[in-house]
């Protein structure tokens, strides 16, 4: 099947700055939807920076003219004036919910004053600065072919560079003993621990007809697939993740397999009803700043209640859904089970059985983290829903 390429590009805006005593202009870029910095100087070698971190902080962007391994070092210096330790006592009593809006806050804080340092990509995406590296790829592989110059942060730049080589080399999966390939703003398959339980829970019978709900990467079809599963509708609203899911099931050797669908959760009607329906939505219920964030944040739990909401008209009558939920959410204060059962049996649905694995991601033994209590604790579920 074809699907069209991301459509969903930013709103060109227009960026202007005062240069060799003329106002020139150019297309502001920004995935994140960051707003066109109001105020722009022209800025090299032998700006020092504490100067630099002060007018970041005032939202005065920094275009770049001098040598682009020296904006990298500049940027590095920005986060570590950004992560310094402030003296402030820590207040008893403060919940984990604080410590959490606290470390958004401070995330949203520090991608605002490090995006205020600003390149110039020609037309080609050329960068016309000294010891500059060749983006081309990494830039047709996340915004596609170049037909402007653009204005985009430095931080954009090197988050799409980092993730063209993901998507070049692939993320290494056991369980179907292959490779995932993610592409730019789709959410990578690197926490192994849920594709475990997607592995190992007991299929219902039969198992002929499985939709993969919120598909990303394609890695949950993958895996239904590899376990015999022959008929598989993986959805996704998103075209980016939809373009990801192809190339992967194309590798894999899936087409006859795998359909692919643009869907909001669950495909139409004239699909039919599935055998079993898994689903993985983002775990946290928390509003994403940007496009690239919706992977994690799922406001008001949208997508979790959706996928409640709608399954048991989808499901065969000895069907299942497979929830694959952290409860991260739950440490947090985000979210209670309380709230979580009730959306479940509201939905005419009943847990016939919850499998558990502890998180062993790196994050889990950093002790400096705000938030360690929780990712210590943290446990993801796969839970097997039925109807009642």
């Known amino acids: 099947m074809n699907i069209s390429q991301a459509t969903s590009k930013p709103v060109s805006q227009t960026i202007s700055w005062q240069e060799a005593g003329k106002t020139k202009t150019g297309v502001w870029h ?55 330790p402030r003296k402030k006592p820590k207040k008893t009593g403060d919940t984990m919910l604080q410590a ?102 007991p299929l219902p019978v039969p198992c002929n007809v499985a939709f993969d709900i919120g598909t990303g990467t394609g890695v949950l079809a993958a895996v239904l697939a590899n376990r015999g599963v022959t008929k598989i509708i993986a959805t996704d609203n998103s075209h980016r993740a939809l373009d990801c899911a192809l190339k992967n099931i194309n590798l894999l050797g899936l087409k006859n397999n795998v359909t692919l669908l643009e869907a909001n959760l669950y495909p139409k009607a004239e699909y039919g009803k599935a055998d079993l329906i898994v689903c993985n939505p983002p775990w946290l219920p928390a509003h994403p700043s940007s496009a690239l964030e919706s992977a994690i ?12 909401n709608g399954l048991s008209a989808h499901l065969n009558d000895t069907g299942e859904g497979w929830l694959i939920l952290s409860d991260f959410a739950e440490h947090l204060g985000l979210r209670t089970r309380e709230e979580l059962l009730g959306w479940i049996t509201a939905a005419g649905l009943k847990a016939i059985d919850r499998t558990d694995t502890k998180a062993r991601h790196g994050k889990t033994l950093d002790a400096s983290d705000p938030l360690h209590a929780a990712r210590k604790a943290e446990v993801t579920s796969l839970w097997r829903l039925a109807k009642l």
């Open 100 to 201: 959490f809006h606290l470390h958004r806050q401070g995330q949203s804080q520090k991608a605002r004053i490090l995006g205020m340092l600003v390149i110039e990509l020609n037309v080609g995406y050329n960068i016309s600065l000294r010891r500059a590296p060749d983006v081309k790829a990494a830039c047709e592989h996340a915004y596609g072919k170049s037909s402007q110059s653009i204005v985009v942060s430095l931080r954009e730049i090197l988050g799409l560079v980092g993730a063209y080589e993901w998507s070049k080399n692939g993320v290494e999966i056991s369980v179907i003993n292959n490779k995932i390939f993610p592409s730019y703003g789709v959410f990578s398959p690197i926490r192994g621990e849920y594709l475990d339980l997607v592995d190992v829970a």
């Open 297 to 308: 944040y799922d406001e008001k739990s949208q997508m979790l209640k959706g996928f409640l």
């Open 30 to 84: 920004s995935e994140n939807d960051a707003p066109v910095p109001k105020k722009v100087l022209i800025a090299d070698d032998t700006i020092k920076a504490d100067d630099a971190y002060k007018l970041c902080c005032e939202g005065t962007a920094l275009l770049w003219r001098g040598d682009f391994q020296n904006a990298k070092l500049l940027m590095q210096a920005l986060s570590r004036r950004i992560d310094r």
